[in-house]
């Protein structure tokens, strides 16, 4: 059973920046397609960002790119969302999620809906203010 803990949210003005970072547990960490989703205050949760289990492919959301990097860790079991010159729109609860990819096969930008993901942290909250 894999278990993934997020930390890193907070309160920041618009055009800051924060570090999310999730930490996986109970698998082999390398085998691991890992995402981040969030959901904004009466939205529905929706993809941010996802990483292959050798960091080699990375997708993003529209909304996202060249604002926020997605990286991760396998010697530390963890994955970083760096997101950079943040918006009031970006105020959501974000979630770390995860899916075995036991093959390496999975095309990465096709990883982008919550049923594909079996693994899900609590969540942060990040709210930017204006």
């Known amino acids: 059973q894999v278990q993934l803990a997020e930390s890193g949210g907070g309160l920041v003005q618009a055009g800051g920046s924060l570090r999310l970072s999730c930490v996986a547990s109970?698998?082999?960490?390398?085998?691991?397609?890992m995402s981040w989703f969030r959901q904004p205050p009466g939205k529905d949760r929706e993809f941010v960002a996802a990483?292959?289990?050798?960091?080699?492919?990375?997708a993003y959301a529209e909304s996202v790119k060249g604002r926020f990097t997605l990286s991760r860790d396998n010697t530390k079991n963890a994955v970083a969302l760096q997101m950079n010159n943040l918006k009031p729109e970006d105020t959501a609860v974000y979630y770390c999620?995860?899916?075995?990819?036991?093959?390496?096969?999975?095309?990465?930008?096709?990883?982008?809906?919550?049923?594909?993901?079996?693994?899900w942290g609590q969540g942060t909250q990040v709210t930017v203010s204006s």
């Open positions: 109970g698998h082999n960490f390398s085998l691991l397609v």
């Open positions: 990483i292959s289990g050798t960091g080699g492919s990375t």
């Open positions: 999620a995860a899916d075995a990819d036991p093959q390496g096969r999975y095309y990465i930008p096709a990883k982008t809906q919550q049923f594909l993901y079996d693994y």
